[in-house]
């Protein structure tokens, strides 16, 4: 299982492979409970009454086509107004299962752990960004 960006500091999940603290199962079984729990912008905006489900179908249409991201895609077909997707966004954001909260729920880990990795996992973040930062032209 490669989940390392190219370019970038490896992702938390890689992190916690290499260090031994998950198995592989465990991050199928975060990644699934995260697909299951974070709700997708166009289900949030039918939720809150602000698009029917064939304006989603449209907006997703229009995704495919331009590149964009969903709410953009329904700002520029006139589905949804910039502050509509606001509100959307924030609604996602504030139900948002993040996998080390996966992790913890599926008890692949206990929260004191899930800190003290964060806290591991920000120290190499930081080192290397330091590291790169200094190694530029």
Do not use: C, W
């Not at 490669?2 to 492979?17: A, D, H, M, P, V």
């Not at 964009?68 to 959307?88: D, N, P």
């Amino acid at each position: 299982m490669k989940i390392e960006r190219k370019g970038s500091f490896k992702l938390f999940g890689r992190f916690l492979l290499d260090r031994g603290k998950i198995h592989d199962e465990q991050v199928y079984y975060a990644r699934a409970l995260q697909r299951k729990k974070n709700r997708k912008v166009g289900a949030i905006a039918v939720e809150m009454g602000l698009m029917t489900e064939e304006e989603v179908e449209m907006a997703l249409i229009g995704q495919e086509d331009s590149g964009t991201l969903f709410g953009e895609t329904a700002i520029e077909m006139g589905i949804l107004s910039k502050g509509e997707v606001e509100r959307v966004l924030a609604e996602q954001e504030e139900k948002h299962l993040f996998f080390g909260e996966a992790l913890v729920e599926i008890n692949a880990l206990t929260r004191k752990e899930l800190i003290e990795e964060l806290k591991a996992y920000n120290i190499e973040k930081l080192k290397y960004i330091t590291r790169t930062r200094s190694e530029e032209p």
